[in-house]
């Protein structure tokens, strides 16, 4: 059997389809709605295609913030060294003040590294990585409306 492509019109509008649901479906599922019920209230086939699929757009979300994050900890980091840096010179003279201002500094690039944690917490979704990928979503979904409308 042949796979047949969509034309382009069609896909866009099935892709707009599909963002529109998941973002549905994630919405569901911090309302506290069971599998089940979204399954059913989005018409997935099953609980496992609901979980799967919020599971995917979720993960999905996570990896596209992943990158804009980890260059504001590096933009984070670099400040920091600057700072280190003219400071040093007095800290090296003994300067109790400078000397504080550093360790604060230290500790601060620290926290940003995840030095001090005795486990890592990478992977663990939060309310707030939660809402940033509904944001992104809703984003997407409106992105993809756009590009399937017709011209006028």
Same mark, same amino acid.
């Given at each position: 059997? *042949?796979?047949?492509?969509?034309? /382009?019109?069609?896909?866009?509008?099935?892709?707009?389809?599909?963002?529109?649901?998941?973002?549905? /479906?994630?919405?569901?599922?911090?309302?506290?709605?069971?599998?089940?019920?979204?399954?059913? =209230?989005?018409?997935?086939?099953? %609980?496992?295609? !609901?979980? %799967?699929? *919020?599971?995917?757009?979720?993960? %999905?979300?996570?990896?596209? =913030?992943?990158? #804009?994050?980890?260059?504001?900890?590096?933009?984070?980091? $670099?400040?920091? $060294? !600057?700072?280190?840096? /003219?400071?040093? #010179?007095? *800290?090296? $003279?003994?300067?109790?003040?400078?000397?504080?201002?550093?360790?604060? =500094?230290?500790?601060?690039? /620290?926290?940003?590294?995840?030095?001090?944690?005795?486990?890592?917490?990478?992977?663990?979704?939060?309310?707030?990585?939660?809402? !940033?990928?509904?944001?992104?979503?809703?984003?997407? *979904?409106?992105?993809?409306?756009?590009?399937?409308?017709?011209? $006028?």
């Amino acid at each position: 059997m *042949v796979a047949r492509r969509l034309p /382009a019109n069609r896909r866009d509008a099935h892709q707009v389809q599909l963002a529109e649901r998941r973002r549905d /479906a994630v919405r569901l599922r911090i309302a506290g709605k069971t599998w089940q019920e979204i399954a059913d =209230l989005l018409g997935y086939d099953s %609980k496992g295609g !609901a979980c %799967k699929d *919020v599971s995917r757009a979720l993960q %999905k979300a996570v990896t596209d =913030l992943a990158l #804009p994050l980890e260059e504001y900890r590096q933009l984070e980091l $670099d400040r920091l $060294d !600057a700072m280190q840096d /003219a400071l040093w #010179p007095k *800290v090296l $003279d003994g300067d109790t003040r400078a000397i504080d201002t550093a360790l604060r =500094l230290m500790d601060r690039r /620290a926290k940003l590294l995840g030095l001090d944690a005795p486990t890592r917490t990478e992977g663990v979704l939060s309310l707030d990585v939660i809402d !940033a990928s509904i944001a992104q979503l809703t984003a997407q *979904v409106d992105a993809a409306r756009t590009q399937a409308e017709p011209a $006028d």
